[in-house]
Antibody, heavy 119, light 106 residues
Framework: QVHLVESGGGVVQPGRSLRLSCAASGFIFSDYGMHWVRQAPGKGLQWVAIVWYGGSHQFYADSVKGRFTISRDNSKNMLYLEMNSLRVEDTAVYYC????????????WGQGALVTVSS | EIVMTQSPATLSVSPRQRVTLSCRASQSVANDLAWYQQKPGQVPRLLIYAASTRATGIPARFSGGGSGTLFTLTISSLQSEDFAIYYCQHYNSWPVTFGGGTKVEI
């Protein structure tokens, strides 16, 4: 049974940093691209970043490029999102999600981690 | 980036009614289109991918259609548990983007 569990959310001031983690289980983690998707309060879904199987290739949404870093540790079945220079508009629930079949279709989602950026 | 537009924003329907939601892409995405359902306080759930393939465990009353720039999600007979927000998403190019959602309410 696939499980994705995020941690590391919280309240942070603008300009500060935060690191999210996602623990994966129930599948061969290194066989899948992994994503972060976010949802601002009361708003729709926004894709944030992808890291491919071995971790050497990543891609980002323009809104976070240069500020966020996605990474993975396949030996620990862990996914990470390092968020720097946080802005108020980064406030959202951040979901880790598994990519289905080599595509960027999100077939399993974690429960989400709330990140609130506020002074 | 490709803009995904969903219509209508809100749909008021009755149980057992047939419902069709629309999703339009600003340029062709071939059949690289997925649909998700999100109930209040819950995580999004994958319903359809490749425009018309139901995900594992999704009831047959959900069906997807279309290709290129225009897509539909049809619920053949709406059940009480189907009241939710539905999002379309393309994955044809980077960045992948979602539509703004259609809320299906009573």
């Amino acid at each position: 049974q696939v499980h994705l569990v995020e941690s590391g959310g919280g309240v942070v001031q603008p300009g500060r940093s935060l690191r999210l983690s996602c623990a994966a289980s129930g599948f061969i983690f290194s066989d899948y691209g992994m994503h972060w998707v976010r949802q601002a309060p009361g708003k729709g879904l926004q894709w944030v970043a992808i890291v491919w199987y071995g971790g050497s290739h990543q891609f980002y949404a323009d809104s976070v490029k240069g500020r966020f870093t996605i990474s993975r540790d396949n030996s620990k079945n862990m996914l990470y999102l390092e968020m720097n220079s946080l802005r108020v508009e980064d406030t959202a629930v951040y979901y880790c999600a598994r990519g289905h079949g080599g595509n960027s279709v999100f077939d399993y989602w974690g429960q989400g981690a709330l990140v609130t950026v506020s002074s | 980036e490709i803009v995904m537009t969903q219509s209508p924003a809100t749909l008021s329907v009755s149980p057992r009614q047939r419902v069709t939601l629309s999703c339009r892409a600003s340029q062709s995405v071939a059949n690289d289109l997925a649909w998700y359902q999100q109930k209040p306080g819950q995580v999004p759930r994958l319903l359809i991918y490749a425009a018309s393939t139901r995900a594992t465990g999704i009831p047959a009353r959900f069906s997807g259609g279309g290709s290129g720039t225009l897509f539909t999600l049809t619920i053949s007979s709406l059940q009480s548990e189907d009241f939710a927000i539905y999002y379309c998403q393309h994955y044809n190019s980077w960045p992948v983007t979602f539509g703004g959602g259609t809320k299906v309410e009573i």
